[in-house]
């Protein structure tokens, strides 16, 4: 049995529905130790036969057997297989991946082999130095000449010791003297007891074989031993298949984006504005955000909540009744089971009280008593105030008296509307000592002493809001909201929240949420960006398959699999997206640093806020766009035909 046997092989193409034969039925017998060269004009099928031999094409009629094992039959995996440890090709017109160097060429069918990384390397050097090349190996194809191009193509081919060397017109680019060089080299790959075949169409270099097998409109005419062949020393042996692992291909895509990188700089630049844009406006947004809620916190107790009861305005009658949001003893006690609560304070406001000093009488705007929402560290002047005593707010004493401070310790007296045991209306007055001055918050007077001067006028003083104070700032908006998980039914029975919060927490609360939904829409619009960004990678990847498409036929005829195709594309996108997330994120701090600064200066704030959160987040999402986009453009380049993508110019 012939290790190569071509039984009855036939090949027509189609052009509409008409079929043009190109093999007629070519049956041939090769052994190894052969140096095989098949001669004919341009056109008489040399290149469509050697196609079937060596794998790139399997749609023919008829059967190839290697080693007694059939082509034909061959799963696509058993192919990628054979091309990449049983044959190796030499083309006329080399086929070198231009990317990377002459020692990278050769490595590439290296790493389908089981050898380690330091042998793989080793023989390379090894093959390169048998032809000739040790002082070129980490220059690229186009700094060499064509006969040297040939010979790395001869020692790529030589890398997995394949039993067969396919040449296809591998002396045509080449003057005289490479050609001899060349032919001399496959004349030795023949003695050490391979199969060489070569398609020619000069008799010259024919005759260089031991046997001669000429082709002529698709039959063979003639077959003619000139030599005898080479005898093939000991048994062919079993190799371990391996692949290109992900790791290879990932070193693939690094190569071509670094050959490339000018175009890539310029694509990672577009695609990191778009990122750069998100997380600004989230960085804008969290530090705006901090920003105001400092300033805010600085005029409050951040820790202090005020809760008062959910009540239509129908049901309280006027500014003096209100019995409808008092607060009762049940209340107290669900808010003392909610967790974090550290303090509960009965409290009272009041509207439009009336404030009379010597000569001098002024309306009040807002009144209530002490509670937490106060903050001590605000009073300028004096201190808070005990029984019988009123703590004024600033813009309320300097109406009194321009000269604030100087109200301290003296009296005034103040009438607050309410309402007695008989609803009947009345001002309760109240004479009151001036213990302090505050600049935030409310004017106020403690809840005993509000009680206390009630009860002469027959007005009973229940709290109608009440003051709950966290243990920490950061459970103020789980207690928040517990607060609203209470419900009522209300007069048209419809389930609703059974308490409101109050006061400058419920506003700094709400504007918070606006804040972050504003910065959000923002971010959203400059994702908008993302989208087109998107965009730019397909279309340069789909620009970079249709390029690469020459790689991509020579990379599967050394026998890259379809995976390790998508996969090298795949991980070509990743890191274009990974390096444009970095880079936009450098950019997004320096910006940061810059503004910050600016602000520091002015107003002694920082305006942008980016997280390692945002920072991550902008990477990840960089990332995930750039896999998406390229899974069309490496799904294409996967499915291209080896055969059609090595002819592709």
């Known amino acids: 049995m012939s290790f190569l046997e071509l039984k009855n092989v036939q090949k027509s193409f189609s052009l509409g529905k008409k079929k043009f034969p190109v093999l007629k039925g070519i049956n041939l017998n090769l052994d190894r130790g052969e140096f095989v060269s098949i001669l004919g004009e341009s056109g008489g099928g040399k290149t469509t036969l050697l196609n079937a031999i060596g794998g790139l094409d399997s749609q023919f009629d008829g059967d190839i057997l290697v080693d007694g094992r059939s082509l034909k039959k061959g799963s696509s995996k058993a192919m990628d297989n054979y091309r990449s440890h049983t044959v190796g090709f030499v083309f006329q017109s080399f086929h070198l991946v231009s990317h990377l160097t002459v020692l990278d060429n050769v490595l590439v069918p290296l790493e389908m082999s089981a050898l380690s990384r330091r042998e793989r390397v080793e023989r390379a050097k090894l093959l390169l130095q048998r032809v000739g090349l040790t002082e070129h190996i980490n220059k690229h194809p186009n700094q060499l000449s064509g006969g040297q191009k040939q010979r790395v193509a001869i020692a790529r081919a030589l890398a997995n010791d394949p039993d067969i060397i396919i040449a296809d017109e591998p002396t045509g680019a080449l003057d005289a003297q490479n050609t001899a060089e060349v032919l001399r080299i496959l004349n030795e790959i023949a003695q050490e007891g391979k199969l060489v075949i070569a398609v020619t169409h000069s008799q010259t270099v024919a005759n260089y074989g031991t046997r001669i097998v000429h082709l002529s409109n698709g039959v063979i005419d003639s077959d003619n031993i000139i030599r005898q062949s080479y005898p093939v020393q000991g048994f062919r042996r079993d190799k371990k298949i391996t692949h ?19 175009r890539n700089i310029l694509i990672i630049l577009g695609a990191a504005i778009g990122i750069f844009a998100v997380i600004f406006m989230l960085g804008l947004g969290s530090g705006i955000t901090g920003y105001i809620n400092k300033q805010m916190s600085s005029q409050i107790n951040p820790n202090a909540i005020q809760v008062t009861k959910n009540v239509a305005s129908s049901q309280v009658n006027s500014s003096t009744n209100t019995s409808g949001i008092t607060m009762s003893d049940a209340d107290m006690q669900k808010f003392a089971k909610i967790d974090h609560v550290k303090k509960i304070e009965k409290a009272y406001f009041a509207q439009a009280p009336r404030v009379y000093y010597q000569k001098k009488n002024i309306s009040i705007p807002y009144f209530q008593t002490w509670n937490g929402t106060e903050k001590t560290g605000d009073i300028i002047a004096g201190h808070k105030p005990g029984n019988n005593e009123i703590i004024l707010l600033k813009s309320d004493a300097t109406r009194l008296n321009k000269h604030y401070k100087n109200l301290i310790g003296k009296s005034l007296t103040i009438y607050i509307p309410s309402q007695d045991k008989n609803q009947k209306s009345v001002n309760v007055k109240h004479k009151l000592t001036i213990s302090g001055i505050i600049k935030s918050g409310s004017t106020a007077i403690t809840y005993d002493t509000l009680a206390n001067s009630s009860s002469n006028y027959n007005v009973e003083i229940k709290p109608n809001f009440v003051t709950l104070t966290a243990d920490s700032s950061f459970n103020v908006r789980d207690i928040q909201d517990k607060v609203k998980d ?36 923002l971010a959203a619009i400059a994702g908008i960006s993302l989208l087109v960004s998107a965009i730019m990678i397909i279309v340069v990847l789909y620009i970079c398959v249709s390029e690469r498409t020459h790689e991509i036929g020579i990379l599967r005829a050394i026998g890259a699999r379809k995976k390790d195709i998508r996969n090298m594309f795949i991980s070509e996108s990743f890191l274009i997206g990974l390096v444009a997330g970095i880079f936009a994120i450098i950019i997004a701090y320096l910006v940061q640093f810059a503004a910050n600064a600016a602000t520091q200066n002015a107003f002694n704030a920082s305006i942008i806020n980016i ?39």
């Open 486 to 521: 209470f419900k009522t039914t209300n007069s048209k029975g419809k389930q609703v929240s059974a308490y409101t919060i109050t006061g400058a927490g419920a506003i700094l609360d709400s504007l918070n949420t606006y804040l972050k939904l504003a910065f959000n829409v």
């Open 244 to 262: 290109l692992s992900f790791g290879d291909t990932f070193r693939l895509a690094w190569d071509h984006i670094t050959y490339t990188k000018g």
């Open 611 to 649: 997280s390692p959160g945002n920072a991550i987040f902008g990477i990840a999402v960089s990332v995930i766009i750039s896999l998406i986009a390229a899974l069309a453009p490496s799904h294409r380049a996967a499915r291209l035909d080896p055969r059609d993508a090595l002819t592709d110019e």
